[in-house]
């Protein structure tokens, strides 16, 4: 059976992890694989997240397996998180495995709901979408998410592409901090946008990853609501990797808005099916972490300061960069963006030289994880790019 297989393409991302791990200089530096990462390098255990866990580990009576819709602290604490309040009857939330598994969940739910289902995408965009979408057969129709200057995301060929969208479709957008430009639409274009999707029966898919890494927490929460409650129907996946930095613990959430409480209950009951045939029963650890977290104030407060300072850092290192770059043309896309990563207008030729002569490695698309610096880095990181892209 298995010497038929050709061998599998590796993620550009892999191989620049594999290439920072084999070099030997102690001064090296990856801005590859997209996780947030302290002064040191490091992505530690959230202090709240550790409370957490020390309380449950004291306090847990069973392994027994969960419901199927999810741990019901976890599902009750981000919905309170997320409305500011009570979840409407009519949106459902269901436990994924990651964000990922959110993303995976909603398109087997609009392909059980619709066979012919198409997704719209704009590229680049985080790989799994398009490779999520080609192993359920879901065909993929793409458009350039940015303008021809590279600058800015362009609402205009969002729009266009909506041109040969069908009724059952989805579109799939970036919630806040775009992976991998960094750069987003404002809320009232994404909103006009999705308003204008949903007139035409297309169901947008929000994969929301980032949030509290760009923006305040509330101004991100606020917005994601915003769109739940200008739409009739849509899905919501939010990842428990990166905001509470639980990223091995793989737990995400998704949330399915539909026309009434029935069809919610609806939605929630196929998508507990879909769930039961992938992995039968959620896991419980993450999602019970992020449930301690946000039933206790004190907690919750402790974990938004937490991811306030992530923000702050990461903006302090935009300034640096700003500060130091002489507006080298290569770089002024880096104080334009948000979030973790910029996408930045070099191919394989300069990262291969950023990680051949300054031992600084990062995937061949351009895309930079600004959390692997620190204010010195940075500094190096910059002057690596001035010596090697010419003005
Ligand atoms: C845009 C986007 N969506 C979803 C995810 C999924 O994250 P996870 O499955 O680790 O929660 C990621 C992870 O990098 C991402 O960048």
Known sequence: MFESFSPPSVDALYRTAAAYAADPRPDKLDLGVGVYRDENGLSPVMRSVRIAEERLCAENETKAYLPLAGEPGFLAGMSALLFDGERPDNV?????????GGIRLALELAQHANPDVRVHLGVPSWPNHQGISDRLKIPVSVYDYLNDQKDAASFDNARNSLRNARQGDVL?????CHNPTGLDLPSDEV????????SMGVIPLIDAAYYGLGNPLDEDLTAIRDIIEQLPECFVSMSGSKAFGLYRDRIGILFIKCRDGASA??????????ARVNYSAPAAHGAQVIGTILSDQALKEDWQTELALMRGRMTVLRETIKATADDHPALQIIWRTKGIFSLLPFGPEVTEALAEQHAIHMPPTGRVNLAGLSPDTAVRFVDAVKELVAR
């Not at 459902?92 to 990922?100: K, P, R």
């Not at 909103?191 to 949903?198: C, D, I, Q, T």
């Open 92 to 100: 459902a939330a269901v436990q994924s495995v990651g964000g990922t």
């Open 172 to 176: 799939i957008v970036h919630g806040p």
């Open 191 to 198: 909103v006009s946008l999705l308003r204008e999707a949903a």
């Open 265 to 274: 209950e609806l939605a929630r009951g196929n998508a507990e099916v879909l």
